[in-house]
């Protein structure tokens, strides 16, 4: 009997060992409802109506953005934001997630994940594809974005856009 006994207290007590060894390797935490993810839903708010103008104020003015694997400026990501609601209407996001991660490195990234979906303003073809968008910061200013989505329709419509204006 005190075997069994000593077995199961030492089982306990190897468990709780194991716990809290999880526990210390974790890499960071992770709000939806903090500062910097109410920030990212406005952005994204903004860009749904049809004016990211407001990016500036939380972009580091050196910052690096990506749409995919091409690189832009803060102008060259806000006029390419604002520019998709020239050729779409209807404009959303399903399904949006925003959550931003506090990692134990000191680092900080808002993710954004959501089903972006629009109507062209041009062929009248509907689209829907999925999105994520990663937000790096440091102290209160985006300092990188990269948004990765499927873009055989964005670019199938500003061709017909270049076409119909002879751009």
């Given at each position: 009997m005190k075997q069994t006994i000593l077995l199961i207290f030492s089982f306990i007590t190897f468990s709780c060992s194991q716990i809290n060894e999880k526990k210390d390797n974790n890499i960071g935490i992770i709000k939806n409802d903090d500062q910097k993810?109410?920030?990212?839903?406005?952005?994204?708010?903004?860009?749904?109506?049809?004016?990211?103008?407001?990016?500036?104020?939380?972009?580091?003015?050196?910052?690096?953005?990506?749409?995919?694997?091409?690189?832009?400026?803060?102008?060259?990501?806000?006029?390419?934001?604002?520019?998709?609601?020239?050729?779409?209407?209807?404009?959303?996001h399903n399904n949006r997630k925003i959550y931003t991660g506090y990692m134990n490195n000191g680092t900080v990234h808002t993710f954004h994940d959501f089903n972006w979906s629009a109507k062209s303003k041009i062929s009248g073809k509907e689209y829907y594809y999925p999105c994520h968008c990663r937000w790096e910061w440091e102290s209160n200013k985006i300092t990188k974005t990269s948004c990765y989505v499927d873009p055989t329709g964005i670019l199938a419509e500003v061709k017909l856009y270049q076409e119909k204006n002879k751009q």
């Amino acid at each position: 009997m005190k075997q069994t006994i000593l077995l199961i207290f030492s089982f306990i007590t190897f468990s709780c060992s194991q716990i809290n060894e999880k526990k210390d390797n974790n890499i960071g935490i992770i709000k939806n409802d903090d500062q910097k993810s109410l920030i990212i839903e406005k952005l994204a708010d903004s860009y749904l109506q049809g004016n990211f103008d407001i990016a500036r104020e939380y972009f580091k003015p050196e910052g690096k953005h990506y749409f995919n694997d091409l690189e832009y400026d803060v102008d060259g990501i806000i006029e390419g934001y604002n520019f998709h609601s020239v050729l779409f209407e209807k404009i959303k996001h399903n399904n949006r997630k925003i959550y931003t991660g506090y990692m134990n490195n000191g680092t900080v990234h808002t993710f954004h994940d959501f089903n972006w979906s629009a109507k062209s303003k041009i062929s009248g073809k509907e689209y829907y594809y999925p999105c994520h968008c990663r937000w790096e910061w440091e102290s209160n200013k985006i300092t990188k974005t990269s948004c990765y989505v499927d873009p055989t329709g964005i670019l199938a419509e500003v061709k017909l856009y270049q076409e119909k204006n002879k751009q």
